[in-house]
């Protein structure tokens, strides 16, 4: 396979066996992949920024399986910006920031499919400024992951809270809500926590906070969990490795009452044409980051 250079902004990205198929039901190749990351750079490039990631690497391809990689090889050029941070053994290891619409394409090169962003900024790696919910279904119904977003999002902005939903383009849904950068991950998460807990103690029949799966009951779990140092969270437009390159897809609240809304819904072969006929629904994210101080979670009532 002879390389390709693919031109993205001010730099030349060499393409190393553009023609190797990442997705074989779909046909879609390492050259399909490092378009699709030129062509949405500028939708996903806000969520990714001055954040490190975790990139899930698949050098042969979905089927031949893939694997999660945190610190930037020393052979990744320089121009891709690095951001050092705490590990558990009380070092510390670079890890790749996706400041750029190069990197992306680089990333793509390397068979990185998904970049796997952390919940807090390069600056002040401690101080998350988002707050995220996974909502999975313990079986096949996603009905009921859509009814769990709804619920949730009531409880939320009962405590004064942004609240925004994407498909995660795997299984489920994710509520996002954005923060104003005051705090550390142990509050932030007491909180989520607290959150978790009044939507299930509102729906007890449908939602839980139970982490082990035989006692949930065929339950929602609100899974706050992600709201941890080092945690990371796949981002709006981003294309999981999953058959027919999934995206995670960006939603208005009404498009979750849509009967016909699957996590899938959105792939790389079909989401250009969305964003052709539809505005931004995340559009303003940032600016409607709100403070925990301020927010009335502690009033919030079970009931």
Known sequence: MTPR????????????????????????????????????AERILPYLRERPISMHRFPDGIAGGGFYQKEAPGSFPGWVDRVRV?????????QVAVNRAATLVFLADQACITPHP??????????????????????GSFGAVR????????????AGLA???????????????????????DVVRRNARRVAEVAAGRHPDELTVEQRKKKRGGRI???????????????????????GAPVA????????????LAPDR??????????????????????????????????????
């Open 249 to 260: 897809a960006p939603l208005d609240w009404c498009e979750v009452a849509d009967a016909a």
């Open 147 to 158: 009814k769990a977003a709804r619920f949730l999002r009531a409880v939320l902005e009962d």
């Open 5 to 40: 250079r693919i031109r993205v902004g001010r730099r030349s990205v060499e393409l190393s066996r553009p023609d190797k198929v990442l997705f074989p039901g779909a046909g879609l190749t390492k050259a399909d992949l490092a378009d699709y990351c030129r062509r949405i």
């Open 118 to 139: 952390w919940l807090s900024r390069a600056d002040r790696l401690d101080v998350p400024d988002r707050m995220v919910f996974d909502l999975d279904p313990p079986g």
């Open 221 to 243: 779990l609100v899974d706050y969990l992600r709201n941890a140092y080092g945690q990371t969270s796949v981002p709006p437009y981003a294309v999981r490795a999953r058959e």
């Open 86 to 94: 705490r590990v558990k053994d009380g070092g510390t290891q670079r």
């Open 266 to 303: 959105y792939r790389v072969s079909n989401i250009f044409r969305r964003l052709a006929q539809k505005d931004e629904p995340w559009q303003g994210f940032g600016r409607h980051a709100r403070s925990l101080d301020q927010a009335r979670i502690k009033q919030l009532s079970p009931d």
């Open 163 to 185: 609240a925004y939903v994407m498909t995660t383009g795997s299984r489920g849904l994710h509520v996002v809500v954005p923060l104003r950068r005051e705090h550390g991950f």
